[in-house]
């Protein structure tokens, strides 16, 4: 049998958990329990991996893309589970009762088994028990959702919440953060086993906050489910992940669902495009809306909140929050670009929305408070931004800054909306200064946005050398001849005249970028930000953008920035 060197799961130390019986019920599951004596069951955790199985789990045994997890069940037993919850075919495959020679735990059957896991992992680590300082009702949620500007705006979160006196989680894309601990992440949304047991884990350490990034993939799929956070903000909606949603109408609708009563108390929604609009008319929870920008093909969009005044301030931004009743909020971000402005100012306002609402006394929703109440609140969070900066915290492999002359930055921008907004935001103002721009698409992913992409990134970088991103199992060849299609088209059309090279080594396209460099120029490599390994054929092979930026440039000896971070971690 291979050995699992996989990290002990993360656990919550002290909860009474459930008994078996009481879950059944919850669940509307059939219960056959195979044991002689049938005594009372206590679970004490949930899992539907079978390789992160502690004892006293309840396994759960879902339907996959390849296999069935019933076929795991052995597994999940051998290592100490003591009961499975699955659905009729899973029943099927562990034979009638669950009588499988040596399988003789209990099993839970259930129509749809994804369906009710959240609830079942809620109640197993105590989101339905009883209220104390350590539990999860004194935990604030701030959740996150839209296509760009998730990590970023949950690090802005973060960083803002600390500013404020909170001791503070964050579950992403690049980390998870229960206080102190680190743990590594593998989805933009764990699984719903996982996220109520991280959240019973921050409950336990104490912690008074915490900021989770809210996928289509994670609605979908169910991974919130039986989570209520105390606000949502909805970011943007671009195309992206169309191979699970078949189009923008059903991307929309499955991120619609973070903004109903079955997940949210409140919500906050950018407002700067018709996507964002029709996200704050389809909220059914109390909803406060923000705009960013000039709205477009709005002529009275009456957003409640107003980014105003923006102002470059090196290569961040200085702007001011204006409100109802002559409210403002007076920040700054680090970070380049307008859409950081975006993030920082969806931050402040998913946590000025929060403490408004504590403040009026009704503690959810967004009840005005008194205007001396009011005055208070805005008070406390400008000291907090003027005292700690927080939209200035560095977000590994979004708008990271790995090299001074030339600007080199890596970024996560992989779909055609961030493209277009990160070369915009990197678009140096020195005559005769060049963007060049190293990206890919990802294989086994929506094609149809290859050739915009390509098209994108040649009308706005000077130099395109275009290179494989994770490949996965398709052919990155073919990838790579879909996006130089729309950019060849493009410098066509255009009479762009750009230089479009292509590479079938990414570390060689950044080197490339690297030599043809000036010190005047800016290096953009964008679509993989902070991920470390490359997936071909089903092999991850070690890769950092951010590492081969830095080591093409310092083998040049062009500047370092004195800021970056590399850290490299184990996420796919």
């Known amino acids: 049998m291979p050995v699992n060197n996989s990290p002990a799961p993360l656990r919550p130390h002290h909860h009474a958990g459930v008994e078996l019986a009481e879950l059944a019920a919850l669940v509307g599951a059939t219960l056959s329990d195979p044991r002689s004596d049938a005594k009372p069951l206590q679970l004490h955790g949930v899992t539907l991996d079978s390789r992160a199985v502690c004892p006293g789990d309840l396994y759960v045994a879902l339907p996959g893309a390849r296999a069935h997890g019933a076929q795991f069940a052995a597994q999940a037993v051998a290592a100490g589970a003591v009961a499975v919850l699955t659905d009729d075919a899973g029943t099927k495959l562990l034979g009638a009762g669950g009588s499988e020679p040596g399988l003789s735990v209990p099993v839970l059957t259930v129509a749809d088994a994804r369906a009710v896991t959240g609830a079942a992992a809620a109640r197993v680590y105590g989101a339905s028990g009883p209220s104390d300082s350590n539990s999860l009702d004194a935990l604030e949620l ?73 996928s289509s993939h994670a609605l979908a799929f169910g991974r919130v489910d039986a989570v209520t956070f105390n606000v949502a903000g909805f970011t943007n909606l671009t195309q992206d992940h169309l191979d699970l949603h078949g189009g923008m109408e059903g991307y929309f609708q499955t991120k619609a669902a973070l903004f109903t009563p079955e997940h949210a108390k409140a919500a906050v929604v950018t407002i700067d495009d018709v996507w964002g609009r029709r996200m704050a008319a389809a909220c059914t929870v109390p909803v406060v809306t923000l705009s960013t920008r000039r709205i477009e093909g709005a002529d009275d969009p009456n957003p409640m909140w107003q980014v105003r005044d923006v102002r470059r301030e090196g290569i961040g931004s200085r702007f001011t929050l204006a409100g109802p009743d002559g409210a403002t909020l007076e920040a700054r971000t680090g970070l380049p670009g307008d859409f950081n402005v975006a993030n920082a100012a969806l931050a402040l306002l998913m946590v000025t ?46 708008m990271q800054i790995i090299g001074t002359a030339p600007v080199a930055v890596v970024d996560f921008a992989h779909n055609p909306d961030a493209l277009e907004r990160a070369l915009d935001a990197v678009r140096p103002n020195a005559p005769g200064a060049r963007v060049i721009a190293v990206f890919g698409a990802t294989g086994e992913r929506d094609a149809t946005k290859r050739p915009i992409m390509g098209a994108v990134v040649a009308r706005g970088a000077d130099v395109v050398l275009i290179t494989d991103d994770d490949p996965h199992n398709e052919d990155p060849a073919a990838i790579r001849a879909e996006v130089l299609a729309g950019a060849h088209e493009a410098n066509r059309s255009g009479d762009l005249g750009r230089v479009v090279e292509e590479f079938d080594s990414r570390a060689q396209a950044i ?46 000896g062009f500047p370092l920035s004195d800021t970056s971070k590399i850290e490299s971690s184990t996420d796919d």
Not at 361 to 388: E, F, M, W
Request: charged fraction near 20%; proline fraction near 4%.
């Open 142 to 214: 701030f959740a996150v959702t839209g296509t760009n500007g998730k990590t970023t705006t949950t690090y802005f979160l973060n960083a803002l919440l600390q500013a404020l006196g909170n001791t503070t989680g964050l579950i992403g894309t690049i980390e998870i953060l229960a206080g102190s601990e680190a743990i590594p992440s593998k989805l933009t949304t764990p699984e719903s086993t996982d996220i109520h047991a991280l959240l019973a884990v921050m409950a336990e350490k104490g912690l008074s906050a915490a900021s989770m990034e809210v």
């Open 353 to 398: 929305t929060r403490l408004l609402a504590l403040a009026s006394g009704a503690g959810t929703g967004v009840v005005p408070a008194t205007a001396n109440a009011a005055q208070q609140v805005l008070a406390r969070i400008q000291t907090a931004l003027d005292d700690h900066d927080p939209f200035t915290v560095e977000v590994p492999g979004r």
């Open 511 to 556: 080197a490339r970028a690297v030599e043809l460099a000036t010190p005047q120029d800016v290096i953009l490599v964008a679509g993989r930000g902070h991920e470390v390994y490359q997936e071909v054929k089903g092999v991850n092979i070690s890769l950092d953008d951010r590492v081969e930026l830095r080591t093409a440039l310092a083998s040049r």
